[in-house]
T-cell receptor
């Protein structure tokens, strides 16, 4: 068990470019969550998967954001036509049993800077 | 709307005790979590309360009063490594975590 991993750890991109982040959850964890966190704030929920099914997506999430978890293991989060307001830490978390109430294990995050 | 309130910053002395408060107003309640987050790192789980009362886990304890919409995290025998942000999060009726902005705890020798 190596924990949740995320790649890349840092990404600097120009406004208007597309970016894709990857998250590898703890092996055999059923649920996978994506959050966004800005400095001095708590994480903001973006979306989550139960195995390969995307069950919930924040209504705050614009159409420029899309996430996949094709085989129920790793997940990708893509942001199209990035804007400066997208600059944030993107956190991935997983939980083992697929229960609604369960501890979430977080990865180290991907810090995105849009210039 | 949904709201989680906690102090922005607190300072305490090494070896002392500190209590970090959290008040919440959410649509439904399925438990309250406390997470610790060191600067630049991911949050790590500390505690979960769903029933009223105190849960003790080593140097850390967490208390919940559902009728008051109130929780606190109590840290005893403070160590320098406890310098971090402490995040309060409530699971609402849709089983989504609603997070507070975090309390930055500064420990002085």
């Amino acid at each position: 068990d190596t924990g949740v991993s995320q790649d890349p750890r840092h990404k600097i991109t120009k406004r208007g470019q597309n970016v894709t982040f990857r998250c590898d959850p703890i092996s055999e964890h059923n649920r996978l969550y994506w959050y966004r966190q800005t400095l001095g704030q708590g994480p903001e929920f973006l979306t989550y998967f139960q195995n390969e099914a995307q069950l919930e997506k924040s209504r705050l999430l614009s159409d420029r954001f899309s996430a996949e978890r094709p085989k129920g293991s790793f997940s990708t989060l893509e942001i199209q036509r990035t804007e400066q307001g997208d600059s944030a830490m993107y956190l991935c978390a997983s939980s083992p049993k697929g229960l609604d109430v369960e501890e979430q294990y977080f990865g180290p995050g991907t810090r995105l800077t849009v210039t | 709307g949904q709201n989680i309130d906690q102090p922005t910053e607190m300072t305490a002395t090494e070896g002392a005790i500190v209590q970090i408060n959290c008040t919440y107003q959410t649509s439904g309640f399925n438990g309250l979590f406390w997470y610790q987050q060191h600067a630049g790192e991911a949050p790590t789980f500390l505690s979960y309360n769903v029933l009223d009362g105190l849960e003790e886990k080593g140097r850390f304890s967490s208390f919940l009063s559902r009728s008051k919409g109130y929780s606190y995290l109590l840290l005893k025998e403070l160590q320098m490594k406890d310098s971090a942000s402490y995040l309060c999060a409530v699971m609402d009726s849709n089983y989504q975590l609603i997070w507070g902005a975090g309390t930055k705890l500064i420990i002085k020798p």
